[in-house]
């Protein structure tokens, strides 16, 4: 009988359909109702004496039906996850009830003091989560929905890949199609989720107690702590699931050696990028080649490319193992590597090339954005963190004095006047201004916060100079009138040299290089 037929039937107030037609048009819940009156009529109002002398044939009849309704029941179960919505919906709201109304009969039947029918208690809720539990089972070992690209992947991240996009649009067909054929106290939302959670955790624990190489441990380590919990995270889920009853997908046995190897692979990558950036700078370094220029300024691309990767792989540690102090343990070599560019930089002095300086003031800017990059303290265990910021320190003292040095060396002849009887000659210290005005703009050449510390480190050493001569001064100040005068004359001088270094640290640098 077609299913026109049947809602004809169920309609019409003078036909009552029987029990094969309600099973036709998957009434369920109706063929069920049927059922039990049977039960009623055969069980439930005669003695039990007369329950054993019923006529057998009906008994039979009613058993046979009973097990072609929970057939059919189970078939709409099984198919909950691969229907649409019009095929699904209204059977297996069907059955749900016809579950509940025989849960409530077995229950019944537990209060009688007569013997049930054979069939009885049929415990078909029971059956039903079996059911499900097979079902969930059936689609994570078989999953519908390979991934795209399966051919540049591992079998082992082809089967996750496979088996988290089965589990994404299974739950997500819970909650949006299945839900509404279950009464709220049934909370099928959370079973499923448990189901698939737990089949899930089972099938990953297998693959995490193989070995595995570099790729699949990382790749499983990313469904475990990013990929899971974004699909359980998705708003249309998260409303209707309690994620954190759900617990971890793999036990910390087996999650830290998997952690453990990701690190330790992360370490080596970032060590083996960030030294070819440092050989790549030496190349150049080696074949004469000046730094290049931006804006006048020299730079060098070693501190950008370090810092980038840096940010780069702690930022992706940090969503995979979703513990900063562990993630550290990519970067507790990178003391190693600011040594190793601390040697090049003092080689780099040492050998005084024509295009050292160059190679200075552009390793200065590097200092620079090493040191503001090290302040960031999640990224670095805090003894490495030190340790990298004391070579930087080192590395810009030596630089400083290797570029500084020189201008002393011009600028002596005019300290020698310091302090004599020339001193107090106006054009005397006019010199020294001139002359030091001339080797502020050859300084210029690295950024401008670098510039300014290395001109406000030679204004500091120009002023002990200055002092210092004075205070060794072989002129004699006889009277008043020649006090004054080197009164006038140190105050003028200071207030001219604060100008004059006030001026340069306010222009643009690069601009003159």
């Not at 649409?84 to 003091?113: F, G, M, N």
């Amino acid at each position: 009988m077609n299913c026109l037929k049947i809602i004809c039937l169920y309609f019409c107030p003078s036909v009552n359909p029987n029990f094969e037609e309600y099973l036709e048009g998957q009434y369920l819940f109706e063929a069920n109702q049927l059922l039990i009156d049977r039960e009623k009529h055969l069980f439930g109002e005669i003695t039990e004496a007369d329950a054993i002398t019923a006529h057998e044939e009906a008994v039979k009849k009613l058993a046979a039906d009973y097990e072609a309704l929970e057939k059919l029941i189970e078939q709409t179960v099984q198919q909950s996850l691969s229907l649409s919505s019009e095929e699904t919906v209204p059977a297996l709201t069907s059955a749900v009830k016809a579950i509940k109304l025989e849960e409530e009969q077995d229950q019944l039947w537990k209060q009688r003091c007569q013997t049930p029918p054979a069939w009885r208690p049929k415990k078909w809720k029971e059956h039903h989560d079996k059911v499900l539990h097979e079902l969930v089972y059936s689609r994570l070992e078989n999953p519908s929905s390979p991934t795209g690209d399966q051919e540049n992947q591992s079998p082992i991240r082809a089967d996750v890949q496979s088996m988290g996009k089965q589990l994404k649009e299974d739950m997500q067909w819970v909650v949006e199609e299945v839900k509404n054929c279950y009464p709220p106290e049934m909370d099928i939302c959370n079973f499923y989720a448990r189901q698939y959670h737990q089949t899930f955790k089972a099938k990953l624990k297998q693959i995490a107690d193989s070995v595995l190489d570099d790729e699949d441990c990382s790749f499983l380590l990313r469904w475990v702590k990013e990929f899971y919990p974004g699909i359980l995270e998705k708003p249309e889920l998260a409303s209707n699931i309690n994620t954190e009853e759900l617990g971890n997908l793999l036990p910390d046995e087996l999650l830290k050696p998997l952690e453990e190897q990701y690190l330790s692979k992360q370490q080596s990558d970032l060590m083996i990028f960030i030294d070819r950036v440092l050989d790549e700078a030496k190349k150049e370094w080696d074949q004469g080649k000046e730094p290049t220029r931006d804006d006048g300024c020299y730079v060098s691309p070693v501190a950008y490319d370090v810092i980038q990767f840096i940010n780069g792989i702690m930022t992706s540690a940090h969503i995979t193992v979703r513990d900063p102090h562990k993630a550290q343990k990519i970067t507790s070599n990178l003391t190693d590597f600011m040594q190793r560019y601390q040697n090049f930089h003092e080689d780099i002095i040492k050998q005084n090339k024509p295009h050292s300086k160059a190679f200075i003031k552009a390793n200065l800017s590097c200092v620079e954005q090493f040191r503001d990059f090290l302040v960031d303290r999640d990224l670095f265990p805090e003894d490495v963190r030190k340790n990298c910021l004391q070579v930087l320190t080192e590395m810009k003292q030596s630089a400083h004095t290797y570029l500084l040095t020189p201008v002393h060396k011009i600028l002596k002849p005019h300290y020698k006047k310091l302090g004599t009887s020339d001193w107090l000659k106006k054009n005397t210290f006019e010199k020294l201004l001139n002359s030091t005005e001339e080797e502020l703009q050859q300084l210029q050449g690295s950024s401008q916060s670098s510039y300014q510390e290395l001109i406000g480190q030679l204004y500091q050493e120009m002023t002990v100079e200055y002092v210092q001569r004075l205070l060794k001064g072989k002129i004699k100040l006889k009277d008043s009138i020649q006090q004054q005068k080197a009164y006038e004359t140190v105050k003028e001088n200071a207030e001219k040299l604060h100008e004059l270094f006030a001026k340069m640290q306010r222009g643009r640098n690069c601009s003159y290089a």
